[in-house]
């Protein structure tokens, strides 16, 4: 139990330390931003607007958590490291995968939180729909019930530093997600001119199967961050990260494709040999597009623009492989960090 309670208060104190960073208020209001603005960018495809609106808000969300992944874990083991504060709990004693662990699941929470007012924000924008002539009516029960739930959570986030001392950036984004959750669920109940009409006629399940992928995404760019993390600083955990997600992205374009073309060469060969030189690029392409995370897996907005649904099993699928890409790194991590000098 000893164990579970120091596991518990370092990610509780992880998160608590994490989501006050002033930085993770400034991404998510740029997330927001540009969420909104996705709308009248997307409404210049002379075709389907709101399919190319779906796609550039996804990745803006998308995109968003992995640059607030890199940001947050490097402060939540790299930062502590450079400021000698770690000793205080590896000094307890605290087992250093526990302390690791610990750091992984309270970084965890601050972005699914985060990811959490993003896909709140994008799904509302989406509710409203693009705008594909001047003469396309707003959709005020968004506007209006969106807009008030953001305000309102600057003003109890305002208010409740101001009185009482809290922290801003964590009392606007806790106040955040309630209210619009609450804003997403009424605007559903009402066309653009407040006619009632049914929940369903708006509501998009496929988007949010798709949103759940990024979330187990977002789970594997953690344990990279936080494996980063506990040898590097901010700048190159940055760009370890994103040089991971941009990797993952092409994974199949760069090993996936050339090791299928030389296994149908291999193929039509027969009995022929292939040349060694062959055999150990196919080898090669097959090692790389088993080690390097595909996030492919995880992006299915190919789905959603082509008009057809996320099937279960698939989902199914994709949440073993992100729970062992989350194992293997934390695994590293928890390598790279038992020989760190701390002291």
Not at 133 to 150: D, E, K, M, N, Q
Not at 241 to 262: I, K, P, Q
Request: aromatic share 10%; charged share 10%; hydrophobic share 55%.
């Amino acid at each position: 139990m000893a164990i579970f309670e120091q596991l518990w208060a370092i990610a509780r104190n992880t998160y608590l330390e994490s989501v006050r960073q002033p930085v993770v208020l400034v991404i998510i209001s740029l997330g927001i931003l540009l969420t909104i603005l996705c709308n009248p960018f997307a409404g210049w495809t002379m075709q389907d607007d709101q399919r190319m609106f779906v796609d550039i808000g996804l990745s803006t969300v998308f995109v968003s958590t992995a640059l607030l992944a890199a940001f947050i874990a490097t402060n939540a083991i790299s930062r502590e490291i450079d400021n000698r504060t770690v000793l205080t709990v590896i000094s307890k004693p605290v087992p250093r995968p526990v302390f690791v662990l610990g750091k992984y699941l309270g970084v965890s929470i601050t972005m699914l939180v985060s990811l959490a007012v993003l896909a709140l924000v994008f799904m509302l924008v989406e509710v409203h729909g693009t705008m594909q002539t001047v003469r396309t009516p707003y959709h005020w029960p968004v506007i209006l019930l969106g807009g008030s739930a953001i305000l309102t959570s600057v003003a109890v986030g305002a208010w409740m530093n101001f009185l009482y001392g809290k922290n801003f950036a964590a009392s606007c984004i806790t106040i955040a997600i309630p209210l619009l959750l609450l804003a997403y669920a009424a605007s559903l109940f009402f066309d653009g001119h407040w006619v009632a009409v049914p929940a369903r006629t708006q509501f998009e399940g496929e988007i949010w199967k798709s949103l759940g992928m990024l979330a187990l995404a977002t789970m594997v760019l953690n344990a990279v961050a936080i494996a980063a993390s506990t040898r590097l600083g901010q700048v190159l955990t940055l760009t370890v990260v994103l040089g991971t997600l941009l990797l993952g992205l092409l994974s199949d374009w760069f090993f996936g494709r050339t090791a299928a073309r030389l296994a149908d060469e291999f193929a039509r060969l027969g009995d022929a040999s292939p040349s060694l030189q062959d055999r150990a690029l196919y080898w090669t392409c097959e090692t790389l597009a088993s080690i390097v995370p595909n996030f492919q897996v995880f992006w299915t907005t190919d789905a959603l623009t082509q008009k057809k649904s996320i099937p279960l099993d698939y989902a199914l699928y994709a949440l073993p492989y992100s729970a062992l890409l989350v194992i293997a790194f934390l695994a590293l991590a928890t390598a790279l960090f038992q020989r760190r000098e701390v002291g």
